[in-house]
């Protein structure tokens, strides 16, 4: 079974998924393995070759090969079980899913494709029962909707209690498998080579599959971290105050990708290249110290980022024409630059919270009943990724968390419910910065502060990316406009991109929305905005229409005029 998805940006893909192809068993060797599942890149004909097979008669188009498979990514491979006297191939099982049925339209699967088309980045989820995300932004009550003006500089000081594991309550948080692959544009395998590099990650949560988007999830970077294991061990031995750098050089690239994979109350950073350079293959006359950041808050705790346990990756070569798996050897590896898992973090947000909650104990929580060393304490949290910097190891994430235990006191006979922060990270050493603080009235629960964090992460996102009301000058929005955000759409298309910063549009809708407002009434957007202008560097392909049954008509490409219209 085999389905087309999408097409990619400039057009010249059609992008499917499709199951092992029985008919082809007897062209591997035995020490290939056959892919249960795997992603196909078809090349999509010029207009010469479709009219050459439409006057083709019948017999000789039937053969005719219009759209050439050129690539293939293999997800999952059949393993060998005996049957009787016989040898039968059955589905992984990792998986959750009847192994006679097709896994085209059982495994729900996420894609991302990098905006160059060099890179993806597959999500399978091993549960075959899944609520896809309606990918659209939440919508509020003007009350909920509303950012308050920002706290007292003061904020609190937590450390760890008995509800650590905040993260047990983001119940949509399910294992799957992380499949990082070359698409045919990235691939540099050597001259008449037909062998593709992937890498996979088993067993591992991810946390994407409800949430608002999984764009943010990959971003560009011009720059990958280099591990320094002699001053490492050098720095450990030494006593001091300051938190040791994770690492102690950068490395300038000309390209590469990192992925943030939502997981265990913090996020798994990986740093991906195309030169198959890791941290320690490289030359430190080619790197730079990371530079020291002054006015930053330094941490008590080394425990907020730390490293990767180790090589979890696991490297796959495979047939780039059947997508068969295969164990390489010296002579047929290639000898060019390929795909590389260069690098590798974790950003521990419940130890940030921890840490930003112990420091402001004294100041902003000092009513707080929890006001006592002793008490150890951690709220209930949620939160999101809201920026990555390219040339630089900064990330900007939005926590937001409950306040049920009036851990802050205010004047008002009202206490916010919820409190949320923005937080800039540094990566190299630890340190943050608290850029902003917010509350909310009525956050309560679960729900309503998840959706609250969504809010904040795309308000902070619209206002970054300068889209909607935010790319009129700051004198035309009013104060509470500052809050605003309004519903997103998912789709891989172009048609009204530029309409998400048309700046007479948007002004015409401000005008209105005050009119309105003095009349009681409110004013609807002229358009949801495109989640491809907020993270434009990677694009969402889903086998959703196959895993629910929905018809699908027409499928288009984001920067070319090539469609696929079917019926």
Not at 190 to 213: C, E, P, Q, Y
Request: with cysteine; proline share 5%; glycine share 4%.
């Amino acid at each position: 079974m085999h389905r087309i998805l999408a097409l990619d940006r400039s057009g010249g893909y059609m992008i499917g998924i499709g199951s092992g192809d029985e008919n082809a068993s007897g062209m591997h060797s035995s020490k290939e393995t056959l892919p249960h599942l795997s992603i196909k890149f078809y090349g999509v004909p010029s207009p010469a070759r479709l009219k050459q097979a439409q006057d083709a008669d019948s017999d000789a188009l039937g053969s005719a090969i219009v759209s050439p498979l050129v690539h293939v990514i293999p997800l999952l491979s059949k393993k060998s079980r005996s049957v009787g006297n016989g040898i039968s191939p059955s589905p992984s099982s990792i998986l959750d899913c009847n192994e006679y049925a097709s896994p085209v339209a059982e495994i729900p699967i996420q894609i991302l494709l990098s905006d160059g088309g060099s890179i993806g980045v597959a999500f399978l989820r091993h549960s075959t029962v899944v609520a896809w995300s309606s990918n659209s932004a939440p919508t509020f009550s003007k009350s909920q909707v509303r950012l308050f003006l920002s706290c007292h500089a003061g904020v609190y000081q937590c450390t760890p209690s008995q509800n650590a594991s905040a993260h047990n309550i983001q119940d949509e948080d399910t294992l799957g498998t992380i499949v990082i692959f070359e698409s045919p544009i990235g691939s540099k395998c050597s001259d008449g080579s037909r062998m593709s590099k992937s890498f996979r990650l088993n067993n591992v949560s991810i946390g994407w599959w409800s949430s608002f988007t999984i764009r943010n999830a990959l971003w560009p970077a011009t720059v990958v971290p280099v591990r320094d294991d002699v001053k490492l061990m050098n720095s450990h031995s030494n006593d001091t105050d300051t938190v040791t750098n994770l690492f102690y050089h950068i490395r300038t690239v000309l390209s590469a990708y990192v992925l943030f994979n939502d997981e265990d109350d913090g996020f798994r950073i990986t740093w991906i290249t195309m030169d198959g350079k890791d941290a320690s293959s490289c030359s430190t006359s080619n790197n730079s110290t990371f530079p020291y950041v002054p006015n930053k808050i330094r941490p008590s705790r080394n425990d907020i980022v730390t490293q990767s346990e180790g090589d979890i990756w696991e490297e796959c070569w495979s047939d780039r024409s059947t997508g068969c798996v295969f164990a390489p050897d010296d002579e047929t590896v290639p000898r060019h630059g390929s795909l590389h898992v260069a690098f590798e973090l974790y950003l521990h947000i419940d130890a940030l919270l921890s840490e930003i909650i112990s420091r402001r104990q004294l100041s902003f929580f000092r009513h707080s009943p929890y006001h006592n060393e002793r008490v150890l304490f951690m709220p209930e949290f949620f939160y999101n990724i809201v920026s990555a910097s390219i040339d630089s190891l900064k990330v900007v994430v939005v926590i937001v968390f409950s306040n049920k235990e009036k851990m802050i006191m205010q004047s008002q006979k009202r206490v916010p419910s919820a409190l949320g922060v923005y937080v800039e990270v540094i990566l190299a050493d630890q340190s943050y910065d608290e850029l902003k603080w917010v509350q909310h009235p009525s956050c309560n629960d679960a729900s309503s502060m998840k959706q609250w964090c969504n809010s904040l992460a795309l308000n902070w996102r619209m206002m970054q990316s300068r889209v909607g009301v935010f790319c009129l000058d700051n004198s035309e929005i009013d104060q509470q406009m500052e809050s605003w955000v309004c519903c997103t759409h998912e789709c891989n298309v172009n048609e009204d991109l530029s309409d998400d910063r048309n700046v007479p549009l948007w002004r015409e809708y401000v005008d209105r929305r005050n009119v309105f407002k003095m009349q009681g009434l409110s004013a609807a957007p002229p358009k949801d905005v495109s989640m491809s202008s907020l993270y434009p560097h990677c694009d969402v392909i889903t086998n959703r229409a196959v895993h629910n049954a929905i018809p699908v008509k027409r499928i288009t490409s984001r920067d070319s005029a090539v469609e696929l219209i079917y019926g």
